[in-house]
């Protein structure tokens, strides 16, 4: 029997037409309870629902028990407070998505029936939540599942929302307002119910009402339920963090492998800070960094003043092996905007024997004074050996550093960084000069006096200087009394050639140390945690390129060093070094040959044959430098090396003896565990002619 489920407001108006079947033997609806009238008593405005002027058959069914259901619902949800304002229950075309949800399946698991009715729900546009769940009890109650639209219900307003903001205007005047808040709920009488079934886990899935009372969304981005990341999307995303990969280029991985994926940028920050707020565990910062430090194995000292940390100074394991096999030449410099506190972060570089550039430690100091300083400089002092400390310390004029360097290092012959001290040549002394074509000549005049490389030269280039631009006094004070007077024998080339720098008469190699890390860094506002992170990545890539240097030069047999007398360096001296042999330049004015060796040893239980080195330097001399002198002669040479493996010294002897040149030389090594491929001799070979 066909029958009709008539809704009326409380002026007893029709408004919703069901139409559905009366099972026979039941009474019509006209004594339907008021009360379910009534309810729909504040939407007037349903009668927008009326299209044309006929009523619209909002649910074409054959199940009078599914109409009712929808009813009492309906009644249920209208039991709590008052929806909030605005809602557009009713006010849109209501769609049923029944037939989309029904199955006959069997589910192996609630696990799998959820994700089934999220992945029909993300194929219509509608996004499933749980509203219910209950799982069983004793007796015949069984596990069941309670599925809605993420739009079920209505807003139930309590006193937080009542809570102001406080925020100034244009004129800073504080002021408070209304928080902005709202609410997707709209009374929405989509329900799915799973019920576990038979003794195991299986489930079924039933369509309690498949009616929506609001459009359907268009997209699903923007919808933070349904962009929640997965657990092996999450997982990727704490990977690609500790990787240093931006958050955009995290989306663009995660949507790549998943297309069904509506993830937003503002879901990639929320996980970023879930996941880091888990992983400090409620510590502080500073406690967050001293953490990370020792789980890494990291080599670190800090002073406090009172419960603040003042100076925090940090290195790697294999940083100081490195340090101790290459400990000839480093490089000092401070950088900043690296923190949002401000701190200046000390970096010490030094460098390999295959002229890579090495990071030595950092510290984080504050403030910039010669007591920072010294301190810094005894934390690295401690983990040195007398046979391994530095030959040759690069910095800029900061006197501070100047006077530690002294006290913890005296026997380190200190350099200028020329740079620098070019950069502030140019800053004072160029507004000095009344045209451009004169400040050009003082500045070449002043080069080739830094270039000099004997001391004749550069008095003779002094005097130069001095007559030509004796009307620009001031230019020539500045010089004299800032940079000549004290410091000439830290930048000029006639003292600073006296000893071996590899070619480090400047601190760019800091410098590029710097913006490489800043590079990474990607803004100036981070806290020590994530600075060291980045500091950490870009350890573990140099260590890794360092080692990949070495083994490139013990196997890789450039074309140009086929040489027969080559054949005892190939692949026990680094290439870079043998580019500088072949490249040696012969001064016949002064008879002066210079030769820098720079041998890495890598196995430690393998002797080098020195004589057969020094053989292959002086066959080549002789015969380049033929026209020289014919009374020149080579009488004989000797060598020693020492190794001990138990404290990790080694000692290189040698000494040439001949008619035209006599010199002794002590060279200091490092022979390591087998374990460690770092290790190297640095050989300083000079011949001098007559």
């Known amino acids: 029997m066909k029958g009709e489920i008539e809704v009326r407001d409380a002026s007893n108006e029709s408004l919703v037409v069901f139409s559905t079947s009366v099972p026979n033997g039941t009474d019509n609806f006209g004594g339907m309870p008021p009360k379910l009238c009534i309810f729909f008593g504040w939407i007037s405005p349903v009668r927008n629902l009326i299209f044309g002027g006929d009523p619209l058959n909002l649910l074409p069914t054959t199940n009078l028990i599914q109409a009712i259901l929808i009813l009492l619902t309906l009644k249920e ?338 350099l200028l960084c020329r740079w620098h001290i070019n950069k502030g040549v140019l800053a004072n002394c160029k507004k000095l000069f009344g045209t451009l074509k004169q400040w ?62 590899l070619g480090s008469t400047t601190s760019n190699r800091a410098e590029s140390a710097h913006a490489k890390l800043k590079r990474q860094l990607r803004s100036s506002q981070l806290n020590f945690e994530r600075s060291w992170v980045t500091i950490h990545s870009l350890l573990e890539l140099e260590h890794t390129e360092i080692k990949a240097s070495f083994e490139k030069s013990r196997c890789f047999i450039q074309h140009r060093f086929r040489h027969p007398e080559l054949r005892e360096l190939v692949g026990f001296v680094s290439l870079s070094r043998l580019g500088m042999y072949l490249n040696i330049t012969i001064l016949s004015s002064s008879y002066i040959f210079n030769l820098c060796v720079n041998i890495t040893i890598i196995s430690r239980n393998y002797i080098f044959n020195l004589c057969s080195i020094l053989n292959v330097c002086w066959r080549r001399w002789q015969r380049a430098s033929s026209m020289v002198s014919k009374d020149l002669r080579w009488q004989g040479m000797s060598s020693s090396m020492f190794c001990d493996a138990g404290n990790g010294k080694g000692i290189l002897q040698w000494f040439c003896d001949g008619g035209w040149c006599k010199w002794d030389g002590v060279c200091d090594g490092v022979c390591l565990q087998e374990e460690r491929i770092f290790g190297g001799v640095w050989l300083d070979i000079r011949w001098g002619g007559v």
């Not at 005049?445 to 631009?469: A, H, M, P």
Request: glycine share 6%; with cysteine.
């Open 77 to 414: 949800q209208n039991q709590g407070d008052a929806p909030t304002e605005g809602n557009n229950v009713g006010t849109e075309c209501v769609m049923d998505y029944s037939d989309q949800f029904t199955t006959y399946s069997i589910f192996n698991g609630r696990d799998a029936l959820l994700r089934w009715a999220r992945e029909q729900g993300k194929l219509n546009n509608i996004v499933i939540v749980i509203k219910r769940s209950d799982y069983g009890g004793e007796g015949k109650r069984r596990p069941r599942v309670i599925l809605a639209c993420e739009r079920n219900g209505n807003y139930k307003s309590c006193k937080s929302s009542e809570t102001t903001d406080i925020r100034s205007d244009a004129n800073s005047d504080m002021k408070k307002c209304a928080r902005d808040t709202g609410t997707k709920k709209c009374g929405c009488s989509f329900l799915l119910k799973g019920v576990n079934i038979g003794d195991g886990d299986d489930w079924k899935l039933e369509v309690v009402c498949g009616v929506h009372n609001h459009p359907i969304s268009e997209y699903l981005q923007g919808h933070s339920f349904v962009g929640r990341l997965t657990e092996e999307e999450n997982a990727l995303l704490v990977d690609m963090s500790k990787s240093l990969v931006k958050p955009r280029d995290i989306l663009v991985t995660i949507k790549d492998r998943d297309a069904m994926n509506v993830s937003t940028m503002k879901t990639i920050y929320n996980a970023r800070i879930r996941n880091r707020t888990k992983e400090f565990a409620g510590r502080t910062q500073m406690q967050q960094l001293l953490t990370k430090l020792s789980e890494q194995n990291y080599i670190e000292w800090h002073r406090t003043s009172g419960d603040i940390v003042t100076d925090l100074f940090w290195t790697h394991p294999i940083n100081i092996d490195i340090l101790r096999a290459f400990p000839h030449v480093l490089i000092i410099d401070c950088t900043y905007k690296t923190n949002r506190y401000r701190f200046p972060l000390l970096q010490i570089v030094g460098v390999t024997s295959t002229n890579m550039t090495f990071s030595v430690a950092y510290m984080y100091m504050n403030p910039e004074k010669e007591d920072n300083y010294t301190w810094a400089l005894t934390a690295l002092r401690s983990l040195l050996d007398d046979n391994c400390l530095p030959g040759v310390i690069v910095t800029d004029r900061e006197l501070a550093l100047l006077n530690s360097i002294t006290s913890i290092f005296p026997k380190a012959r200190h």
């Open 440 to 501: 050009k000549q003082f500045n070449d005049d002043w080069n080739t006096l830094v270039g000099s490389e004997t001391e004749e030269e550069y008095w003779r280039c002094l005097r130069q200087i001095e007559s030509k631009f004796n009307e620009f006094q001031k230019a020539l004070e500045y010089i004299h009394e800032n940079w000549l007077n004290p410091f000439k024998d830290r930048f000029v080339a006639a003292w600073t050639d006296t000893c071996m720098h």
